[in-house]
């Protein structure tokens, strides 16, 4: 049997995510297998006899070589991937029978009192009703001190084992897919050549190449250049760790930089359909520049923008965090958790939403590429000013658009075929997240499908 705590990392593990980063090594594989071809023909079809004609076949061997192996590892870690993302599916259903189980414990212990320390806010029903049933509590869990569990004992006992089978099958489903997985892309990077390359500085080939630039330039047309749907290729870069800025950002900030200024509305923001349109026109340069770089429509952007500009002004959005703040600081308003205070300022820290394309703290570190469990005080603070600027906001929100897309039944369609149906969807799972089917998140998408006209218009 085990908790909901051991297992809580499957809330944020995407299948659909794991099974396009699949796709990725397998469009790489076959356009290594495709450049084969070519290079065949240059080994053993060039012929040709001068001082440098071995030296030469012996390099186009080489090549040769290196693409095989290269093309034999990505193939081994896209088989590893996509046996990952099937078993993931698996336990995350699992997960979420565990979640369903736990719900109606959850229920059936609040018949009998309510949590009053912040120790049993935090707790899963799981730990509460261990505690209820012992002979002594230890947690304080509610305001009664003495309390008749025995009518709901049989009911409670069978929901609590329920869930942590359901937990358990779910730990132990990812783990074993999970070694595998990982066995099968130490494997992958074995197949890799092994060669290096003794350069004092980095140098840009492709930049100081004009040849390999006229090839790159041909070759975009070419569907292994990039997956379908997607967005143009982006550079690998490293872990942020510590830095202050991530190379995402600075992405982000080099291309508005190009951009006329963007419009705010942190004291006021649109009340009327007039004033969005004229907000989505005077930032019309910056919103299409957002969508190309995520590799979407335009309007479905804008259309995104139509939703949310009308929200609370962003000081209202100032308020909500320092006071979420405080009540999760040990020396703030403990013992109230975050989650339990009133009215629109419950939620975590990490769940409040900046900026006039409304963007939570935690999602927007995830686009810029941060660590949200690990963000340091200074990161934190700049994923807050880079949310509140609405340029920046526009493109962290473009970027996230484009995670959700990757997520979808339709990552593959490019952007031109979108449909109004993909669109609709892409906004539920915006508005919605892993929730996005239910009524709330499918209301927010019939009403960007609703005012696509007008925010199609404020971009002419």
Not at 77 to 91: D, I, K, M, S, V
Not at 289 to 315: F, T
Request: charge should be negative.
């Amino acid at each position: 049997m085990s908790h909901r705590k051991d297992v809580e990392f499957l809330e944020e593990c995407n299948p659909a995510l794991v099974e396009r980063n699949a796709d990725e090594f397998k469009r790489i594989r076959d356009m290594l297998t495709e450049v084969d071809g070519p290079a065949e023909r240059a080994e053993k079809k060039t012929h040709w006899h001068s001082d440098g004609s071995k030296h030469y076949e012996a390099r186009v061997a080489e090549a040769r070589k290196l693409l095989t192996g290269l093309a034999e590892g990505y193939g081994k870690a896209a088989g590893a991937l996509h046996a990952y993302a099937g078993a993931l599916e698996t336990a995350k259903s699992h997960y979420s029978n565990g979640r369903a189980n736990e719900r109606a414990l959850a229920s059936l212990i609040g018949t009998k009192g309510t949590a009053v320390t912040r120790e049993a806010q935090d707790a899963e029903p799981m730990r509460q009703w261990e505690d209820m049933r012992a002979t002594t509590g230890v947690l304080d869990f509610f305001a009664e001190l003495t309390m008749d569990v025995d009518d709901i004992r049989d009911e409670a006992d069978r929901l609590h084992d329920a869930a942590g089978g359901n937990f358990h099958l779910a730990k132990v489903c990812e783990k074993e897919a999970r070694d595998v997985c990982v066995h099968g892309l130490k494997q992958a990077y074995d197949l890799l050549p092994d060669f290096r390359v003794r350069i004092d500085e980095r140098v840009d080939l492709h930049a100081v190449i004009p040849a390999m630039r006229s090839e790159a330039s041909e070759a975009r047309s070419n569907p292994l250049t990039r997956l379908p749907g997607s967005g143009p290729k982006q550079d690998f870069v490293a872990p942020v760790g510590d830095a202050l800025v991530s190379p995402t950002l600075q992405n982000i900030r080099t291309q508005l930089s190009g951009l006329p200024g963007a419009t705010d509305s942190y004291w006021s923001p649109p009340s009327s359909d007039q004033e969005r349109k004229e907000w989505i026109s005077a930032n019309k340069e910056i919103i299409e520049a957002a969508a190309k770089n995520a590799g979407l429509p335009a309007d479905v952007v804008a259309g995104i923008a139509w939703n949310e500009i009308g929200g609370q002004p962003g000081v209202l959005d100032d308020i909500t965090d320092t006071v979420r703040e405080q009540a999760d600081a040990p020396w703030g308003l403990s013992p109230v958790s975050p989650e339990n205070l009133p009215w629109r300022l419950a939620g975590s820290p990490d769940e409040t939403s900046f900026g006039p394309i409304a963007i939570q703290v935690r999602r927007g570190a995830e686009v810029l590429g941060y660590d949200p469990a690990n963000l340091t005080e200074h990161q934190r603070a700049v994923v807050e000013e880079s949310l509140q600027d609405p340029g920046q906001n526009i493109f962290i929100a473009g970027e996230y658009l484009a995670q959700l897309k990757a997520e979808s039944e339709f990552a593959d369609v490019p952007p031109e075929e979108m449909t109004p149906a993909h669109y609709q969807e892409l906004a539920a799972r915006y508005n919605g997240g892993p929730y996005w089917e239910e009524s709330k998140a499918q209301g927010y998408g019939n009403r960007l499908v609703d005012n696509l006209d007008n925010a199609r218009e404020a971009l002419r």
